[in-house]
């Protein structure tokens, strides 16, 4: 190869590849230091618009499950039917991954790009009334979700 073609193929080359790295590793770094107060404030707000109960155990970062979205892993999840925890969890999984564009991390835009459930279940019930568990304890306080006939 000539020192001409190695000038305008491999540098330029080079250059992308050492910053999509540099990129990357950014992103890991902000993910990685504001993880735990994403998914506290996450949580949280999921917690106060339902009757239920959302608790993760723990989390952690993925940056190549779900390329080119960076994610975060949570879990050991479960859902309540009400703020009591009490009783069976109406739903169950063994890790929910969060995923975000980098760009828009970089930018602090904490828009999820996709969802992904890896294992657990979801025990739906209809009580005798009509009204069904999830729908319950998804809705806000005072809410009436009992299925309408046609």
């Known amino acids: 190869m000539t020192p001409t073609v190695k000038k305008w193929l491999i540098r330029p080359l080079l ?3 050492v910053s999509l790295a540099t990129l990357a590793g950014i992103g890991f770094l902000i993910l990685s230091t504001q993880q ?3 998914v506290n404030i996450a ?9 239920g109960e ?8 993925s940056l190549f499950k779900h390329f ?3 994610s975060i892993a949570l879990h050991n999840g479960r859902f309540f039917a009400d703020k009591t925890k009490t009783g069976k ?3 169950q999984f063994d890790r929910l991954y969060v995923g975000f564009s980098l ?26 009334d009509g009204k069904i568990n999830l729908l319950e304890a998804q809705g806000p306080q005072g809410s009436r979700t009992t299925p309408q006939s046609k």
């Not at 959302?54 to 970062?61: P, R, T």
Request: hydrophobic residues 40%; negative net charge; proline residues 5%.
């Open 15 to 17: 250059i992308i590849i």
């Open 36 to 38: 735990e107060r994403l």
């Open 43 to 51: 949580v949280g707000e999921l917690n106060k618009q339902f009757k």
């Open 54 to 61: 959302l608790v993760i155990d723990e989390s952690s970062v």
């Open 68 to 70: 080119p979205h960076v």
């Open 89 to 91: 969890p109406i739903c």
């Open 103 to 128: 760009p828009e991390l970089l930018d602090q835009n904490y828009n999820v790009r996709k969802l992904f459930l890896q294992g657990g279940h979801l025990d739906l019930v209809q009580e005798k």
